[in-house]
């Protein structure tokens, strides 16, 4: 069983930054992915970025902004954003998905352990 636990929101200015973790426990196989999706009130959620062993992937409104990285000796994922626009606004949640593809989009239905959610708030 996979467990996932976000931590690192909060609330912040328009240009400030946020930087995102997520402890990951439990899994037991190389092979598998990992992003960050956020959800606003009253929206769909979105894939923010995606790594694996083959790479990144950024959604187009985070490019040059949000950084995704993973430190597999403490088994933490990160999410470092900058610059942060009152669009950013939103719950954040990491994921953890078993399969193993070069990513050119995210979805959410190919992840199937995710964490509890962190806010992040911004002002403008």
């Excluded at 187009?60 to 000796?73: E, M, P, W, Y």
């Amino acid at each position: 069983q996979v467990q996932l636990v976000e931590s690192g929101g909060g609330s912040v200015q328009a240009g400030g930054s946020l930087r995102l973790s997520c402890a990951v426990s439990g899994y037991s196989y190389d092979s598998y992915s990992m992003a960050w999706f956020r959800q606003a009130a009253g929206k769909e959620r979105e894939g923010v970025a995606g790594i694996n062993s083959y790479g990144t992937l950024y959604a187009d409104s985070v490019k040059g902004r949000f950084t995704i990285s993973q430190d597999n000796a403490k088994n933490t994922l990160y999410l470092q954003m900058r610059s942060l626009k009152p669009e950013d606004t939103a719950m954040y949640y990491c994921a953890h998905s078993p399969w193993l593809r070069i990513l050119t989009s995210l979805d959410y239905r190919e992840f199937n352990y995710w964490g509890q959610g962190t806010q992040v708030t911004v002002s403008s």
